[in-house]
Nanobody, 122 residues
Framework: QVQLQESGGGLVQPGGSLKLSCAAS????????MGWFRQAPGKERAFVAA????????YYVDSVKGRFTISRTNAKNTVYLQMNSLKFEDTAVYYC???????????????WGQGTQVTVSS
C-alpha cells in the first residue's frame, strides 16, 4: 500500500509564495514519477505538475509555468511544489499523486494523497 501525505498548504496573499511537500511511504519512491493535481471550487481535479524518477524531467500545465517548480529528494522520499507569484485562481485543494512508472505520461495517477488547501486571498 502506498501512502502520500501532503503538507504546507495555507492562506497567502496574491503575489506570495508557498511550498508544498509530499512524503511518500510504502514503495521504492525513487523508481516512480510523482506529481501534483489541484481541484478548485466547483471544478474538476486538474493536472498541475509532474516529475520523473530522476528529477531531470519536469512537466507543467501552462498556467503555472514560470511560477511553480516541482522537485524531489529521493533520499527523503519527498516531492515538493514551490509556488511563487500566487494568484487568486491558484486557490484549490492540492493533491500529491504517484505513478506506477518511472516516466510521466498524460494518464491518470495511480496513487493520491488526501490533499492540502491553498487559499490565495487579500
Amino acid at each position: 500500500q502506498v501512502q502520500l501525505q501532503e503538507s504546507g498548504g495555507g492562506l497567502v496573499q496574491p503575489g506570495g509564495s508557498l511550498k508544498l511537500s509530499c512524503a511518500a511511504s510504502g514503495r521504492t519512491f525513487s523508481n516512480y514519477a510523482m506529481g501534483w493535481f489541484r481541484q478548485a471550487p466547483g471544478k474538476e481535479r486538474a493536472f498541475v505538475a509532474a516529475i520523473e524518477w530522476s528529477g531531470h524531467s519536469t512537466y507543467y500545465v501552462d498556467s503555472v509555468k514560470g511560477r511553480f517548480t516541482i522537485s524531489r529528494t529521493n533520499a527523503k522520499n519527498t516531492v515538493y511544489l514551490q509556488m511563487n507569484s500566487l494568484k487568486f485562481e491558484d486557490t484549490a485543494v492540492y493533491y500529491c499523486v504517484g505513478y506506477s512508472s518511472p516516466y510521466y505520461s498524460n494518464r491518470s495517477p495511480d496513487y493520491w494523497g488526501q490533499g492540502t488547501q491553498v487559499t490565495v486571498s487579500s
